[in-house]
C-alpha cells in the first residue's frame, strides 16, 4: 500500500512523549518520599501492586498523546498516481479546408467531397481501423485546419474522442475570401502550438531538461500556398529548430479541370516544393493521385518513433488519521479513569 503524511514535521512533537515520561517519574518520587516522614514504616509497608504498576496509566497517556501526534500528521493512502510514463508523441494534425477540397471523388464506395474522404482516413488514423491503422492510443493529438485562415480547432490531447468529434464537424467554407490556401500560417500554428505544449508540460513536470523526443505534424493538402503571413519555407525553418517533423501529403489534381483550376488560378500542389519543406526538418513528403491511397501513407506515418513522457492526472487519497485520533482520546480518558479510581491513593 502506497501511503504518506500529509504534514510530516509534526511528528517531531513526538520527542514530548519520553519528556513526559521524565516528569512522571520525578513527580512519582517526589510523592512516595512524602507519603511518610519516617522511614522505617515505608521499608515495612513493602511494594504493592498498586505501586510496582504506577507507570501504567503515564505509558497509556504517552501511547495516546503519540497515537494524537500520528493523526495530526494525517497518513493518507495513494489512490491514484501523480504521474505516469507512457510510450507517445504529440502529433498536430492539419488538413486543408479550402475551395478545392470540395472536389467529388468516390471513396469508400460514396460519391462525396474530397474533404469528406480526407476527414475519414484522418479519423480512421486516430482510432485505429482494426487492419493497416492500428490507431494513436495515449499519442498526444491536435487538430488544425485552414483555407484563407488557420485555426486550431482542438489543442494536444489525448481525449481522442473529442477530437474526432471536431474533426467530423469541420465544413468547407462558404465565404469566397475564406477559400484560399494558407499553408505557410498553418504549420506556423502547429509548430507553435507543439512548443508551447512542451513547455508548458516542462514547467509542470519542473524539469528543465525534459524534452518532446517526438514532436511531428502532418500537413495535407490539395493546393499552392496562396494565403496568409508566412511562407512553408519560413515555418520549416523555425520547425527545424525547435526539433519539429514535418510531413506533408500532397493530393494531386490529376486531369480534373476542377482540381488543377480554382477561381480561374492554378491550384496543383507543387511536389517539388512541399518535398524541400519536409525533407528540411526530417520529415517526409507523400504525393497521392488517387484519395483511396491516403489510407496507405497514413499507415507509413503510423509508424513513427515513440518516446516517453510523463503526463499529469489527479490524484485521490484515502484518510487514515480517524482510527489514530479515536484511540488517542480513548487513552487519554481510560488513563485518568485509572488514576481517579486505581491508583490515587499512590500517584
Known amino acids: 500500500m502506497n501511503w504518506q503524511f500529509a504534514y510530516p514535521w509534526v511528528l517531531f512533537f513526538g520527542l514530548a512523549v519520553p519528556l513526559i515520561w521524565?516528569?512522571?517519574?520525578?513527580?512519582?518520587?517526589?510523592?512516595?518520599?512524602?507519603?511518610?516522614?519516617?522511614?522505617?514504616?515505608?521499608?515495612?509497608?513493602?511494594?504493592?501492586?498498586?505501586?510496582?504498576?504506577?507507570?501504567?496509566?503515564?505509558?497509556?497517556?504517552?501511547?495516546?498523546?503519540?497515537?494524537?501526534?500520528i493523526a495530526l500528521a494525517r497518513p493518507q493512502e495513494i489512490i491514484g498516481n501523480t504521474k505516469t510514463s507512457r510510450d507517445a508523441i504529440a502529433i498536430e494534425l492539419v488538413v486543408d479546408r479550402s475551395g478545392s477540397m470540395d472536389e467529388k471523388v468516390n471513396f469508400d464506395g460514396q460519391r462525396i467531397t474530397r474533404l469528406d474522404a480526407v476527414k475519414r482516413v484522418v479519423e480512421r488514423f486516430v482510432v485505429g481501423d482494426g487492419d493497416l491503422l492500428k490507431g494513436r492510443e495515449g499519442d498526444l493529438l491536435g487538430l488544425i485546419v485552414f483555407g484563407t485562415f488557420?485555426?486550431?480547432?482542438?489543442?494536444?490531447?489525448?481525449?481522442?474522442?473529442?477530437?474526432?468529434?471536431?474533426?467530423?464537424?469541420?465544413?468547407?467554407?462558404?465565404?469566397?475570401?475564406?477559400?484560399?490556401?494558407?499553408?505557410?500560417?498553418?504549420?506556423?500554428?502547429?509548430?507553435?502550438?507543439?512548443?508551447?505544449?512542451?513547455?508548458?508540460?516542462?514547467n509542470e513536470m519542473d524539469d528543465s531538461e525534459f524534452k518532446l523526443k517526438s514532436?511531428?505534424?502532418?500537413?495535407?493538402?490539395?493546393?499552392?500556398?496562396?494565403?496568409?503571413?508566412?511562407?512553408?519555407?519560413?515555418?520549416?525553418?523555425?520547425?527545424?529548430?525547435?526539433?519539429?517533423?514535418v510531413y506533408i501529403i500532397g493530393i494531386r489534381g490529376g486531369t480534373s479541370v476542377n482540381?488543377?483550376?480554382?477561381?480561374?488560378?492554378?491550384?496543383?500542389?507543387?511536389?517539388?516544393r512541399m518535398k524541400a519543406v519536409a525533407e528540411y526538418t526530417g520529415g517526409q513528403y507523400w504525393g497521392v493521385d488517387q484519395i483511396g491511397d491516403l489510407d496507405q501513407v497514413y499507415a507509413q506515418i503510423d509508424e513513427l518513433e515513440r518516446s516517453t513522457i510523463q503526463v499529469s492526472e489527479s490524484t485521490s487519497y484515502r484518510e487514515l488519521y480517524l482510527p489514530f485520533a479515536v484511540f488517542g482520546l480513548l487513552s487519554y480518558v481510560f488513563a485518568s479513569l485509572l488514576k481517579a479510581m486505581v491508583y490515587r491513593s499512590v500517584l
Not at 36 to 55: D, F, I, Q
Not at 259 to 272: P, Y
Open 215 to 245: 514532436k511531428a505534424v502532418i500537413l495535407l493538402t490539395d493546393g499552392e500556398n496562396r494565403a496568409g503571413t508566412y511562407s512553408p519555407q519560413q515555418a520549416a525553418g523555425l520547425a527545424k529548430d525547435w526539433g519539429i517533423k
Open 22 to 69: 521524565a516528569v512522571q517519574v520525578i513527580l512519582f518520587s517526589r510523592r512516595r518520599g512524602m507519603m511518610s516522614s519516617v522511614p522505617s514504616r515505608v521499608a515495612a509497608a513493602g511494594s504493592s501492586v498498586r505501586t510496582l504498576t504506577a507507570w501504567i496509566p503515564t505509558a497509556i497517556i504517552s501511547a495516546g498523546i503519540f497515537s494524537l501526534i
Open 150 to 202: 488557420a485555426d486550431t480547432l482542438m489543442p494536444l490531447t489525448q481525449s481522442h474522442e473529442a477530437l474526432v468529434e471536431a474533426l467530423r464537424r469541420v465544413e468547407l467554407p462558404t465565404i469566397e475570401r475564406e477559400r484560399s490556401t494558407a499553408i505557410g500560417d498553418a504549420l506556423m500554428l502547429a509548430i507553435a502550438r507543439l512548443k508551447a505544449t512542451e513547455d508548458a508540460m516542462r
Open 259 to 272: 482540381s488543377l483550376f480554382f477561381g480561374g488560378r492554378m491550384q496543383e500542389v507543387n511536389d517539388k
